[in-house]
C-alpha cells in the first residue's frame, strides 16, 4: 500500500502502480469470503484512486476492480457508499469498458443501489439491459419473496425478446446473448417453470457455440432440467423417480469431471452449484448414502481451485461428515467437521458444528468416561441409535432412560413415572373410577415436577441441552419408547418460554377466546433468552413440538380414547345388591378427575401445534406452518368425518391467520383442505338436521324464511368469505396454486350450502369469475355449482333458481375433465337427478355414458377410487334399473333388460366390496323377477343371472368390509344420491324382508329351476352350497327343508338334515316327516316317516292335525296291502282323538296355514266323556268334529267289504253325522236370521208355480234371442268376407285373365271349407242343445224339492225324504257365508282334509280294479248322474252308467240321500260345485274326502 503513493508523481513509475494492484489483488483474495468483505474496502478504495489518478490504460484492469469494490460494499452493508461509488464508476464502465457494463448494471438493479428511474432509462438503451434489469428485478422480488401475479407473462416476453434479438454476428453480443439465455433458464429452473427453461435450452442448443465451457454447462443446464421434471413423484420419494434421480447425479458427475479437465474456474462453479441443487433432495437420512460420491467429487473440486464459494463447501462437508457418521466412520467424519468449522466464516452453522464435532469426539473415547452431564447423556443417545431392530424393547429403553438420568437426575425419574402404573396408589376404598382418578392425579402431580428442574438449574449450556433433549426425544420417538418420548419432550420444551400462556381452556363446542401472556409476565432472563435463541434452535423446537404432540396422541389411544374426544366411563362389572341405583358418571368427582386430565391431554397436543406453528411466523417458513396444520387435520379426521368441525373452530381460525401472514409454498391442497374444515364449522351447527315436509310431501312447501340471527350471520358469512378466498385462490389464474377438481368440489359444495343458509342466490355465471383466464376450470366449476345447487333444493330452505337439466347435461359435456372419478361422479349425480325427475330419456343417456366412460378408466384408478368408482357404477345400474322399471308399460323385454342393469349394479357393487349395495342390487333385481316366476320357463331364463348374482354376493359377504374414510361430498341432508345402499327406503316384495332371507330365497329360486328338469343331484349340491354359505340362523331352515325333501327322493340318508327342526314346533316337524313320506322311495322310508310324523304331534292343539296324519297313515297302509286290522285300528284311534276333543265353543278359527301344516283350530281340551262309554250325538256341537268322523267312517266303509258286519253300521254312522251337521246348522242359522229377513221369506213362499213357470220361459226366450243375435252377427261377417273376396276377384279378373282357373280352385277350396263351417256350427247347436237338457235335469231335480223349501226355514226335515229333498233357502245361505262360528257350515268350520300329492294310480287290492272306471266318476258325484235299480231288498248303484256296487236299501238311502244334501248346501256356501279331482294316488281316499268336500 505504500509502492503507489510515491510512484504517482512521476509518469515513469506508473508501472509500478499497476504491479502493486496486481500484487494487491493476490494477496486480498483471502478475504474475499463472507464476513471479510467489510476489511478490504479501505485499502482496494485506495487501489482504485490511485489508478484513477495515473490513468491507467487498462481500463479493463479498472473496471473489474471496481467492480469487486462495489461487491464489498453491498456485502458489508454499506449500500450508501455504494451507490455514491456507483455515481462515478457507473459512467466510467459504460464508456470506457461497455461489455463490463452489463454486469454492473445487473448488480445494481438487483440490489438496488441507484434511483429505479435512472436505472430504467439505462435500460432503454439496448435490448440486452432490458432483459438484464428483468431478470435481476425478478431476482430482487424472489429474495423478499414478492413475485408478480403475470410472472409467466413476463418470463415469456423475456424469452420472446431475447430470441428475437439478432446478434449480427457480433462476437460480444452474441456472447452476451448466450450468458443471457443461460441466466434466464437458470431463473426459470429456480422458478420452476419448466416450459420456457425448457425453449431456453433448445435456443441455446440451435446457437451451436463452440466454446467447450459453454456446453458443458448446456449439458449441466439438461441435467437441472430433467430433475425438475421429476417433480411430484421425487417429493413422494417413489422409489423410481429417486432411482431416476440417481442416474442424473451420475450423468451430472461425468460432465464435472469433464469440465476439472478443461480447467474453467467458472464453468466448474456452476456444474457444483447445480450438482448440489439436485443432490439436495436426497440428503435424507435412508438415502444420503448413494451421494457420497457425487458429493466428495464437490467438495475436491472446490478444494483444489480454492473456490470462494464458502458457504457451499461448508455445507457439503457437514454433510459428508453425516454420510460418514451412519457408516461409523468417525475419523473422517471429524476430518470434515473441522473443515465445516475452518470454512464457515459467518457463524451460521456453528453451534451445530460444534455439537456434532463434540458427540464425534465422544465417540472415539473408547475407556474414557465424560465428566460433563451433556457428553453422558450424548453417548448414552449415540449408543441408544446404535440398537438394532433384534434388540429387545427393555434394553433400548433402558439406555434411553440413562440418557435422560444423566440430564435431569433429580427429576426425570419421576416425571417417568407419571404413567407408571405400578406408582399408581389407589387407597382402601375402591369405586367403580377409583382407579382412573388416581392415575390421572399421578400424572398431574409427576409432570408438574418437571418445572422445577429449570428452576434449579437455571440457563446452564441451555443450547446444548436443547439440542441434546430434542435428540432423545426423537430417537425415543423413533424407537417407539414413547414414555421416555414425551418425558424428554417435556424437559426440552421447558426452553421454550415464549410459550403462550392461556388462562382458558379451549372446550370443545364453544367459541373460545385465547389469553396469551403478555410480554409482562416474563422474566428478563426469559426475555434474553427468546431473544438470543437461534432460528436453528427454534426449529428444534417446533420438531419437538410435533413430536410430543403425536406422542400425546398415542397416550390418549392408549386410554382408548381419540384426540379431542370426551372419555368413555367403562362398564361396571362389579356385583351389586337388588335396588341398587348406579350413580351417573357426570356427578362423580372422579370421574370428573379423570375426564378433564383426558381433556387437558387433548388440548395439550393442540396448544404444541399450534405453537410450532407460530414459530413458524416467527421464522418466516412457510413449511413448519404447513405441517402444524396437516398434523392438526389428520389427527383430527375422525371429528371432520364425524361432521364435528366445529370443535377445531378456533384452533382452524388462528392457523389461516399464520398462513396469510406466512404465505405457502407449493401446498394449496393444504389451504383448501384447511378453508374446507373451517367453513363446514362455521356453518354446520345452523344446518337442520331434518326435513319433515320432503318426507311426507312430494310438493315442496313454500316457507317463509325468517332473517337470521346476528350471531349466526356472522358465522355464515365469515365461511362464505374463508371459502371465496381459497376458491378465488385456485381458480386456475396461477398455475401453481391449481388444486384436483375432487379438492375443490367439497369447497363448491360448502360455499353453495353456505349461500343458501344466507338465502343468497347464485348468479347466471354460477360462481366463476370473468377475470378467470382458465376456462376448463371455470367450466367445470359451472357444472359443479349447478350440481350443488340442485341437491340443495327442496329441503325446507331457500330453493335456488337452476338451470335446466338438459343444459347442465350439456355443459358437462363439453367440459374438460382433468380429474375422471370427478367426471364420472358428476354423471351419476344428473343420472341421479334426471330419474328424480321422471325424465327417462335423459336418465338412460347419462347412464349409459357414465357406464362407458367409467369402464373406460376403471382399471386406471388406484384401488381407493376404483372402489369410488365402483360404487358409482353400481348406483347408476340400480338407477338405470329402476327408471326402466318404472316405464315398463307392460313390455316383458324391457323388464329383462332391467333385470340385466341390476345384475350389473351387483357386479359393480361386487368390485367395491360393498356388501349393502350388493344386496340392494339383488333386491331389485328379485323384485323385478318376481312376477314371472310362477312359470317354468322364466325360471330357466333367469337361472344364468341368478348364478351370477349368488356369485357376487358370496364374493363379497367373504371378504372383509373395510370402513369408509373418504371425506362425504354432503355432511348435511341433501337431495343428491347416496351411496352404500342408503337411498331412499322403498317397499320390496315378498322374500327380500331382508338379507337373509333374499339370500335363502335365491338359492330357493335356483334349486326349483333345477327341480323344474327333475336335476336333483345339480339341486342337492346348490343346496349344500347354500348351507355352507348362509350363517346358522333359521333362514336356513327353507334350505334344510328342500335338501331332506331332495335326499328323501334320491333315496339318500337325511338323518343329520332332519335334526335341524327338533327345536322347530312339533306342528312344522310333522309336516316335514309327512313330506318326507310323501317323498320316499321305499315302503320301510314311508311307513318310518308316517309314524315319526304321528308321533311329533303330542300337544292337545294339534290333535286336528295328528287325526289327518292317522287317516292318511290308514289309508297309505291300506294300499300297501297292511293286515286290515291295524288299518282298522288307526281308524279307531282316529275316532278316539276325535270323540275325547271337546271345542271351545267361543273360539274361532284363523284362515288355514300352508299346504303341509296344521290348521290352527279352536283350542281343543281333553273331554271329561270317559272312554268306556258311549257318547250321544246331542253332546257334539261342533261342525269341524262331525264332518271328520263322517269321513272316517266313510273310510271305513270304503275299506272294508258290503258283507261285512260293519259296512252298514259305519254308513249309518256318516249318515248321521251329516244329518246332525245339518240340524245344527240350521237350527242355529235361523236363530241369526233377522226378523225382517223371516216376512220376507214367507212372503216367497206364496209365489205359484205358474209364475216360476213363467220365469222360466222368459228366460229360455232371453236365450234364444241371444242365439239369433249371435247368428245374424256372423252371418253379416261372412257376407262382408264374402264382399271383399268377390271386389279380389274382380280386380284379379281384369290384371291377369290367364289365372283364371288357379281362382276355380280357390273357389271350390271356399265352398269347401264353407261347408265345414257349417258342420261346425250343427256340432256346436248340438251340444248346446245337450246342454240345455242338462240343465233342465238340474231344474227338474230342484223342482222335487221345491215342495220341501216352500216351508218356513225354521221347520227341521224329519224323515228320509225330506232330507233327500230338502234345500236351503237363500237367507239361510248367505248367513253360513258370513258366520265364522263352529256350529255352522262355513269356511272356517269345515276346512279341507290334507291335500296329498296326485301321482299315478297303481294297482288295488281287494278286487278293486274292476271298479276303477266307477271310482273315476264317483269323484265329482251328483244326483243326475247316480242311477239305482231295485232288485228285492237291494239296490244295483251306478255312477254316469257304470256300476259301482250293490249295497242294501237302507245303507243305499242312509249314505246318499244324507249326503247329496248334504252336497248342494255345502256347494252352495263355498260358491261353487264338489270339485272334480283327478285320479289320486291312493284313488280310496279320494272317494272319502270327496264326501268332505
Known amino acids: 500500500?505504500?509502492?503507489?503513493?510515491?510512484?504517482?508523481?512521476?509518469?515513469?513509475?506508473?508501472?509500478?502502480?499497476?504491479?502493486?494492484?496486481?500484487?494487491?489483488?493476490?494477496?486480498?483474495?483471502?478475504?474475499?469470503?463472507?464476513?471479510?468483505?467489510?476489511?478490504?474496502?479501505?485499502?482496494?478504495?485506495?487501489?482504485?484512486?490511485?489508478?484513477?489518478?495515473?490513468?491507467?490504460?487498462?481500463?479493463?484492469?479498472?473496471?473489474?476492480?471496481?467492480?469487486?469494490?462495489?461487491?464489498?460494499?453491498?456485502?458489508?452493508?454499506?449500500?450508501?457508499?455504494?451507490?455514491?461509488?456507483?455515481?462515478?464508476?457507473?459512467?466510467?464502465?459504460?464508456?470506457?469498458?461497455?461489455?463490463?457494463?452489463?454486469?454492473?448494471?445487473?448488480?445494481?438493479?438487483?440490489?438496488?443501489?441507484?434511483?429505479?428511474?435512472?436505472?430504467?432509462?439505462?435500460?432503454?438503451?439496448?435490448?440486452?439491459?432490458?432483459?438484464?434489469?428483468?431478470?435481476?428485478s425478478l431476482k430482487a422480488k424472489l429474495d423478499k419473496n414478492n413475485l408478480p401475479e403475470n410472472l409467466e407473462q413476463i418470463l415469456r416476453k423475456m424469452y420472446r425478446d431475447l430470441s428475437q434479438y439478432h446478434d449480427q454476428h457480433v462476437p460480444t453480443i452474441r456472447e452476451e446473448k448466450i450468458l443471457l439465455l443461460f441466466e434466464l433458464g437458470r431463473l426459470c429452473l429456480t422458478l420452476k417453470n419448466e416450459p420456457i427453461a425448457s425453449d431456453c435450452l433448445q435456443y441455446l442448443k440451435k446457437m451451436e457455440t463452440e466454446d467447450t465451457g459453454k456446453l458443458l454447462e448446456m449439458e449441466g443446464l439438461e441435467c437441472e432440467l430433467d430433475a425438475l421434471r421429476l417433480g411430484s413423484k421425487l417429493k413422494m420419494y417413489l422409489r423410481g423417480a429417486v432411482e431416476e434421480q440417481l442416474l442424473i447425479i451420475k450423468r451430472m458427475d461425468n460432465i464435472l469431471q469433464r469440465a476439472i479437465r478443461l480447467g474453467n474456474p467458472t464453468t466448474i462453479h456452476v456444474l457444483c452449484t447445480a450438482q448440489w441443487n439436485i443432490c439436495l433432495p436426497l440428503l435424507q437420512h435412508n438415502l444420503r448414502h448413494h451421494l457420497r460420491k457425487p458429493l466428495t467429487n464437490i467438495a475436491e473440486i472446490l478444494e483444489k481451485v480454492d473456490s470462494l464459494m464458502i458457504l457451499l463447501r461448508c455445507q457439503v462437508h457437514m454433510e459428508m461428515a453425516y454420510i460418514e457418521q451412519d457408516d461409523d466412520r468417525v475419523e473422517p467424519a471429524i476430518e470434515h467437521m473441522q473443515k465445516a468449522m475452518r470454512l464457515d466464516s459467518l457463524g451460521i452453522y456453528r453451534d451445530k458444528i460444534k455439537i456434532t464435532y463434540r458427540r464425534l469426539q465422544l465417540g472415539t473415547m473408547l475407556y474414557q468416561s465424560p465428566d460433563r452431564p451433556e457428553d453422558k447423556a450424548t453417548m448414552a443417545i449415540e449408543q441408544a441409535k446404535k440398537?438394532?431392530?433384534?434388540?429387545?424393547?427393555?434394553?433400548?429403553?433402558?439406555?434411553?432412560?440413562?440418557?435422560?438420568?444423566?440430564?435431569?437426575?433429580?427429576?426425570?425419574?419421576?416425571?417417568?413415572?407419571?404413567?407408571?402404573?405400578?406408582?399408581?396408589?389407589?387407597?382402601?376404598?375402591?369405586?367403580?373410577?377409583?382407579?382412573?382418578?388416581?392415575?390421572?392425579?399421578?400424572?398431574?402431580?409427576?409432570?408438574?415436577?418437571?418445572?422445577?428442574?429449570?428452576?434449579?438449574?437455571?440457563?446452564?449450556?441451555?443450547?446444548?441441552?436443547?439440542?441434546?433433549?430434542?435428540?432423545?426425544?426423537?430417537?425415543?420417538?423413533?424407537?417407539?419408547?414413547?414414555?421416555?418420548?414425551?418425558?424428554?419432550?417435556?424437559?426440552?420444551?421447558?426452553?421454550?418460554?415464549?410459550?403462550?400462556?392461556?388462562?382458558?381452556?379451549?372446550?370443545?363446542?364453544?367459541?373460545?377466546?385465547?389469553?396469551?401472556?403478555?410480554?409482562?409476565?416474563?422474566?428478563?432472563?426469559?426475555?434474553?433468552?427468546?431473544?438470543?435463541?437461534?432460528?436453528?434452535?427454534?426449529?428444534?423446537?417446533?420438531?419437538?413440538?410435533?413430536?410430543?404432540?403425536?406422542?400425546?396422541?398415542?397416550?390418549?389411544?392408549?386410554?382408548?380414547?381419540?384426540?379431542?374426544?370426551?372419555?368413555?366411563?367403562?362398564?361396571?362389572?362389579?356385583?351389586?345388591?337388588?335396588?341398587?341405583?348406579?350413580?351417573?358418571?357426570?356427578?362423580?368427582?372422579?370421574?370428573?378427575?379423570?375426564?378433564?386430565?383426558?381433556?387437558?391431554?387433548?388440548?395439550?397436543?393442540?396448544?404444541?401445534?399450534?405453537?410450532?406453528?407460530?414459530?413458524?411466523?416467527?421464522?418466516?417458513?412457510?413449511?413448519?406452518?404447513?405441517?402444524?396444520?396437516?398434523?392438526?387435520?389428520?389427527?383430527?379426521?375422525?371429528?371432520?368425518?364425524?361432521?364435528?368441525?366445529?370443535?377445531?373452530?378456533?384452533?382452524?381460525?388462528?392457523?389461516?391467520?399464520?398462513?396469510?401472514?406466512?404465505?405457502?409454498?407449493?401446498?394449496?391442497?393444504?389451504?383448501?383442505?384447511?378453508?374446507?374444515?373451517?367453513?363446514?364449522?362455521?356453518?354446520?351447527?345452523?344446518?337442520?338436521?331434518?326435513?319433515?315436509?320432503?318426507?311426507?310431501?312430494?310438493?315442496?312447501?313454500?316457507l317463509v324464511h325468517g332473517p337470521l340471527e346476528s350471531s349466526t350471520l356472522s358465522d355464515i358469512r365469515a365461511a362464505v368469505e374463508v371459502c371465496e378466498f381459497a376458491l378465488n385462490l385456485t381458480n386456475g389464474n396461477v398455475p401453481e396454486d391449481i388444486v384436483p377438481t375432487n379438492v375443490r368440489q367439497h369447497l363448491i359444495a360448502t360455499w353453495v350450502k353456505a349461500k343458501q343458509l344466507l338465502q343468497q342466490q347464485i348468479g347466471q355465471r354460477l360462481g366463476t369469475d370473468e377475470q378467470s383466464t382458465n376456462e376448463d376450470i371455470s367450466s367445470v366449476t359451472r357444472v359443479l355449482v349447478a350440481l350443488e345447487m340442485y341437491s340443495c333444493n327442496g329441503l325446507g330452505l331457500m330453493d335456488f333458481t337452476v338451470p335446466p337439466l338438459v343444459q347442465v347435461v350439456k355443459m358437462a359435456s363439453e367440459c374438460n375433465w382433468s380429474d375422471h372419478l370427478v367426471e364420472l361422479q358428476t354423471l351419476t349425480r344428473l343420472t341421479h337427478f334426471a330419474y328424480m325427475a321422471h325424465d327417462h330419456e335423459v336418465t338412460m343417456a347419462c347412464s349409459q355414458n357414465a357406464t362407458q366412460m367409467g369402464l373406460k378408466h376403471l382399471r386406471s384408478f388406484e384401488p381407493s377410487n376404483a372402489k369410488l368408482a365402483a360404487e358409482m357404477l353400481c348406483m347408476v345400474s340400480c338407477i338405470q334399473g329402476r327408471s326402466i322399471m318404472e316405464n315398463l308399460k307392460g313390455r316383458k323385454q324391457l323388464r329383462l333388460a332391467a333385470a340385466k342393469a341390476f345384475v350389473e349394479s351387483a357386479r359393480f357393487g361386487g368390485l367395491a366390496n360393498s356388501n349393502s349395495l350388493v344386496m340392494m342390487a339383488a333386491r331389485h333385481y328379485w323384485n323385478t323377477w318376481l312376477p314371472l316366476l310362477s312359470s317354468p320357463?322364466?325360471?330357466?331364463?333367469?337361472?344364468?343371472?341368478?348364478?351370477?348374482?349368488?356369485?357376487?354376493?358370496?364374493?363379497?359377504?367373504?371378504?372383509?368390509?373395510?370402513?369408509?374414510?373418504?371425506?362425504?361430498?354432503?355432511?348435511?341432508?341433501?337431495?343428491?344420491?347416496?351411496?352404500?345402499?342408503?337411498?331412499?327406503?322403498?317397499?320390496?316384495?315378498?322374500?327380500?324382508?331382508?338379507?337373509?332371507?333374499?339370500?335363502?330365497?335365491?338359492?330357493?329360486?335356483?334349486?326349483?329351476?333345477?327341480?323344474?328338469?327333475?336335476?336333483?343331484?345339480?339341486?342337492?349340491?346348490?343346496?349344500?352350497?347354500?348351507?355352507?354359505?348362509?350363517?346358522?340362523?333359521?333362514?336356513?331352515?327353507?334350505?334344510?327343508?328342500?335338501?331332506?325333501?331332495?335326499?328323501?327322493?334320491?333315496?339318500?340318508?337325511?338323518?343329520?338334515?332332519?335334526?335341524?327342526?327338533?327345536?322347530?314346533?312339533?306342528?312344522?316337524?310333522?309336516?316335514?316327516?309327512?313330506?318326507?313320506?310323501?317323498?320316499?322311495?321305499?315302503?320301510?322310508?314311508?311307513?318310518?316317516?308316517?309314524?315319526?310324523?304321528?308321533?311329533?304331534?303330542?300337544?292337545?292343539?294339534?290333535?286336528w292335525q295328528k287325526v289327518d296324519y292317522i287317516m292318511e297313515f290308514s289309508e297309505w297302509m291300506y294300499y300297501k296291502q297292511f293286515p286290515l286290522d291295524d288299518v282298522f285300528d288307526h281308524l279307531d284311534w282316529a275316532i278316539e282323538i276325535l270323540l275325547s276333543m271337546k271345542p271351545n265353543e267361543d273360539a274361532l278359527e284363523p284362515e288355514p296355514k300352508k299346504e303341509g301344516q296344521a290348521s290352527p283350530a279352536q283350542s281343543l281340551t281333553e273331554s271329561t266323556?270317559?272312554?268306556?262309554?258311549?257318547?250321544?250325538?246331542?253332546?257334539?256341537?261342533?261342525?269341524?268334529?262331525?264332518?271328520?268322523?263322517?269321513?272316517?267312517?266313510?273310510?271305513?266303509?270304503?275299506?272294508?267289504?258290503?258283507?261285512?258286519?260293519?259296512?252298514?253300521?259305519?254308513?249309518?254312522?256318516?249318515?248321521?253325522?251329516?244329518?246332525?251337521?245339518?240340524?245344527?246348522?240350521?237350527?242355529?242359522?235361523?236363530?241369526?236370521?233377522?226378523?225382517?229377513?223371516?216376512?220376507?221369506?214367507?212372503?216367497?213362499?206364496?209365489?205359484?208355480?205358474?209364475?216360476?213357470?213363467?220365469?222360466?220361459?222368459?228366460?229360455?226366450?232371453?236365450?234364444?234371442?241371444?242365439?239369433?243375435?249371435?247368428?245374424?252377427?256372423?252371418?253379416?261377417?261372412?257376407?262382408?268376407?264374402?264382399?271383399?273376396?268377390?271386389?279380389?276377384?274382380?280386380?284379379?279378373?281384369?290384371e291377369e285373365k290367364k289365372e283364371e282357373k288357379k281362382e276355380e280352385k280357390k273357389e271350390k277350396e271356399e265352398e269347401k271349407e264353407k261347408k265345414e263351417k257349417e258342420k261346425k256350427e250343427k256340432e256346436k247347436e248340438k251340444k248346446e242343445k245337450e246342454k240345455e237338457r242338462e240343465k233342465e235335469k238340474v231344474k227338474d231335480t230342484k223342482q222335487i224339492s221345491t215342495s220341501a223349501s216352500n216351508k218356513p226355514p225354521d221347520e227341521i226335515p224329519t224323515s228320509i225324504g225330506e232330507w233327500a229333498s230338502y234345500s236351503c233357502s237363500e237367507d239361510l245361505l248367505h248367513v253360513f257365508k258370513q258366520d265364522k262360528s263352529d256350529c255352522t257350515i262355513n269356511s272356517s268350520s269345515f276346512q279341507k282334509p290334507v291335500s296329498r300329492s296326485e301321482q299315478p294310480a297303481r294297482s288295488l287290492p281287494r278286487g278293486w280294479q274292476a271298479q276303477l272306471p266307477s271310482l273315476k266318476a264317483a269323484a265329482g258325484i251328483s244326483l243326475a248322474d247316480v242311477t239305482k235299480e231295485e232288485t228285492g231288498r237291494s239296490f244295483i248303484v251306478s255312477v254316469k252308467g257304470e256300476q259301482l256296487s250293490t249295497v242294501s236299501t237302507h245303507s243305499y238311502k242312509a249314505l246318499l240321500l244324507s249326503t247329496s244334501s248334504f252336497f248342494q248346501t255345502a256347494a252352495s256356501v263355498f260358491k261353487k260345485p264338489p270339485p272334480t279331482a283327478s285320479i289320486p294316488r291312493y284313488p280310496c281316499s279320494r272317494l272319502g274326502n270327496a264326501a268332505a268336500c
Request: proline share 4%; glycine share 4%; with cysteine.
Open 1169 to 1294: 266323556v270317559p272312554s268306556n262309554q258311549t257318547a250321544s250325538l246331542d253332546q257334539f256341537r261342533s261342525v269341524r268334529q262331525l264332518e271328520a268322523l263322517a269321513r272316517v267312517h266313510i273310510l271305513r266303509a270304503l275299506m272294508a267289504s258290503p258283507s261285512a258286519s260293519s259296512y252298514e253300521d259305519d254308513c249309518l254312522m256318516a249318515y248321521s253325522f251329516f244329518k246332525h251337521i245339518l240340524q245344527i246348522s240350521l237350527t242355529e242359522g235361523v236363530k241369526l236370521i233377522p226378523e225382517k229377513n223371516l216376512q220376507a221369506v214367507s212372503s216367497q213362499l206364496l209365489l205359484t208355480k205358474k209364475e216360476k213357470e213363467k220365469e222360466k220361459e222368459k228366460e229360455k226366450e232371453r236365450e234364444k234371442k241371444e242365439k239369433e243375435k249371435k247368428e245374424k252377427k256372423e252371418k253379416k261377417e261372412e257376407k262382408k268376407e264374402e264382399k271383399k273376396e268377390e271386389k279380389k276377384e274382380e280386380k284379379e279378373e281384369k
Open 937 to 1103: 320357463a322364466n325360471r330357466k331364463k333367469a337361472k344364468a343371472s341368478l348364478q351370477r348374482i349368488i356369485s357376487i354376493i358370496n364374493k363379497t359377504e367373504n371378504k372383509k368390509q373395510e370402513t369408509d374414510k373418504t371425506l362425504p361430498l354432503h355432511q348435511w341432508p341433501s337431495a343428491d344420491f347416496q351411496t352404500g345402499g342408503t337411498g331412499p327406503e322403498i317397499p320390496f316384495l315378498p322374500g327380500a324382508e331382508d338379507d337373509l332371507t333374499l339370500r335363502a330365497a335365491l338359492y330357493t329360486l335356483l334349486f326349483n329351476s333345477h327341480a323344474d328338469r327333475n336335476d336333483w343331484e345339480m339341486g342337492l349340491k346348490v343346496l349344500d352350497e347354500a348351507v355352507q354359505v348362509l350363517p346358522r340362523t333359521a333362514h336356513r331352515l327353507l334350505i334344510f327343508k328342500h335338501m331332506v325333501i331332495v335326499k328323501a327322493k334320491l333315496g339318500q340318508n337325511f338323518t343329520m338334515e332332519i335334526q335341524k327342526f327338533k327345536d322347530e314346533k312339533e306342528s312344522y316337524l310333522a309336516s316335514m316327516w309327512y313330506r318326507l313320506a310323501q317323498n320316499s322311495k321305499t315302503v320301510c322310508g314311508e311307513l318310518s316317516c308316517y309314524q315319526n310324523a304321528i308321533q311329533a304331534l303330542q300337544k292337545p292343539e294339534n290333535n
Open 387 to 702: 440398537a438394532t431392530p433384534k434388540d429387545s424393547a427393555r434394553k433400548k429403553r433402558a439406555i434411553l432412560v440413562n440418557a435422560g438420568l444423566a440430564l435431569a437426575p433429580d427429576t426425570f425419574q419421576i416425571v417417568l413415572d407419571s404413567e407408571n402404573e405400578s406408582k399408581v396408589s389407589i387407597g382402601k376404598i375402591k369405586g367403580r373410577f377409583t382407579y382412573l382418578c388416581a392415575k390421572a392425579r399421578h400424572h398431574i402431580l409427576s409432570v408438574d415436577k418437571a418445572a422445577g428442574h429449570l428452576r434449579r438449574l437455571g440457563y446452564e449450556n441451555d443450547k446444548d441441552r436443547i439440542v441434546i433433549w430434542a435428540e432423545l426425544a426423537k430417537v425415543a420417538w423413533q424407537q417407539d419408547v414413547w414414555d421416555v418420548c414425551r418425558t424428554a419432550s417435556r424437559f426440552c420444551l421447558l426452553y421454550d418460554n415464549v410459550k403462550a400462556k392461556r388462562s382458558t381452556k379451549l372446550k370443545r363446542g364453544r367459541k373460545k377466546k385465547v389469553i396469551e401472556g403478555s410480554m409482562s409476565d416474563w422474566a428478563p432472563s426469559d426475555m434474553a433468552m427468546h431473544k438470543q435463541m437461534p432460528p436453528d434452535l427454534l426449529r428444534k423446537i417446533a420438531k419437538v413440538l410435533f413430536i410430543s404432540a403425536e406422542a400425546t396422541v398415542h397416550l390418549l389411544r392408549s386410554e382408548g380414547v381419540q384426540l379431542n374426544n370426551q372419555a368413555i366411563p367403562p362398564e361396571d362389572l362389579s356385583q351389586h345388591p337388588a335396588g341398587y341405583v348406579p350413580e351417573p358418571p357426570e356427578s362423580n368427582s372422579e370421574w370428573i378427575t379423570y375426564r378433564t386430565w383426558i381433556e387437558n391431554l387433548s388440548q395439550y397436543a393442540m396448544n404444541n401445534w399450534m405453537r410450532a406453528a407460530e414459530i413458524g411466523q416467527e421464522l418466516g417458513e412457510s413449511w413448519i406452518v404447513q405441517n402444524a396444520v396437516v398434523y392438526v387435520l389428520n389427527h383430527n379426521r375422525h371429528l371432520i368425518l364425524a361432521g364435528r368441525q366445529k370443535e377445531l373452530v378456533e384452533s382452524l381460525f388462528h392457523f389461516l391467520s399464520i398462513i396469510k401472514i406466512v404465505g405457502y409454498t407449493e401446498d394449496s391442497v393444504m389451504l383448501v383442505m384447511l378453508c374446507n374444515a373451517l367453513a363446514r364449522g362455521l356453518i354446520m351447527s345452523w344446518i337442520p338436521t331434518q326435513t319433515p315436509e320432503k318426507s311426507k310431501k312430494n310438493v315442496r312447501p313454500t
Open 1 to 136: 500500500m505504500t509502492e503507489p503513493s510515491p510512484a504517482v508523481s512521476s509518469p515513469l513509475y506508473y508501472f509500478l502502480v499497476f504491479n502493486a494492484s496486481v500484487l494487491y489483488w493476490n494477496m486480498v483474495r483471502p478475504f474475499l469470503k463472507p464476513g471479510y468483505h467489510h476489511l478490504v474496502i479501505p485499502s482496494l478504495s485506495q487501489i482504485i484512486t490511485v489508478l484513477n489518478q495515473t490513468e491507467e490504460e487498462d481500463k479493463e484492469w479498472r473496471a473489474e476492480l471496481m467492480l469487486e469494490l462495489l461487491e464489498c460494499y453491498l456485502q458489508a452493508g454499506r449500500k450508501e457508499d455504494a451507490t455514491k461509488f456507483c455515481l462515478t464508476a457507473a459512467p466510467f464502465v459504460r464508456t470506457q469498458v461497455p461489455h463490463k457494463y452489463r454486469q454492473m448494471f445487473s448488480t445494481m438493479v438487483r440490489y438496488e443501489v441507484l434511483d429505479d428511474l435512472m436505472l430504467r432509462e439505462d435500460k432503454q438503451q439496448s435490448i440486452i439491459l432490458s432483459i438484464t434489469y428483468h431478470i435481476n
